[in-house]
Nanobody
Framework: QVRLAESGGQPVRTGGSLRLSCEPM??????????MGWFRQAPGKEPEGVAA????????YYVDSVKGRFTISRDIAENTMYLHMTNLKPEDTALYYC???????????????????RGQGTQVTVSS
C-alpha cells in the first residue's frame, strides 16, 4: 500500500480558507488512477468521508455538509491531491486524511475511511 503525506492544516477563524495537500510517497499519480479522496475524524467521532474524485472521468463527490465550500482536485505535474476549503466552520475541525480508495453505490462514491495505512493526517482547527 502506498503511504500518503498530508499537509496544510492549521488553526483558522470561522469563514477562513485553507488548502490541504496529499502527496503519495514513492508513487506517481496518473490520469488512469482509481477513485481517491479525503476523509476526516474529529475527536470522539467516527471518521467521515469528505470528498472524492475519479481522475479518469473528472467526477467529484462531496458530503452534503461541505458542498459548495470544499473543492477536491489533483495536479499530476505536482504529484499532489488537494482539498480547497472555504467558508470554514467550527464543525469542520478535525484531523484530515487522504486515501487512494473509494466505495461506490448507486452511482455515488465516497472516500474509503478504512483505507490503510493512514498518513499522519493534518489538523484543521476552526475557531469562532
Amino acid at each position: 500500500q502506498v503511504r500518503l503525506a498530508e499537509s496544510g492544516g492549521q488553526p483558522v477563524r470561522t469563514g477562513g480558507s485553507l488548502r490541504l495537500s496529499c502527496e503519495p510517497m514513492g508513487h506517481k499519480y496518473s490520469a488512469n488512477d482509481n477513485c481517491m479522496g479525503w476523509f476526516r475524524q474529529a475527536p470522539g467521532k467516527e471518521p467521515e468521508g469528505v470528498a472524492a474524485i475519479w481522475p479518469a472521468g473528472g467526477r467529484t463527490y462531496y458530503v452534503d455538509s461541505v458542498k459548495g465550500r470544499f473543492t477536491i482536485s489533483r495536479d499530476i505535474a505536482e504529484n499532489t491531491m488537494y482539498l480547497h476549503m472555504t467558508n470554514l466552520k467550527p464543525e469542520d475541525t478535525a484531523l484530515y486524511y487522504c486515501a487512494l480508495d473509494c466505495y461506490c453505490s448507486s452511482g455515488d462514491c465516497m472516500t474509503d475511511v478504512d483505507y490503510r495505512p493512514r498518513g499522519q493526517g493534518t489538523q484543521v482547527t476552526v475557531s469562532s
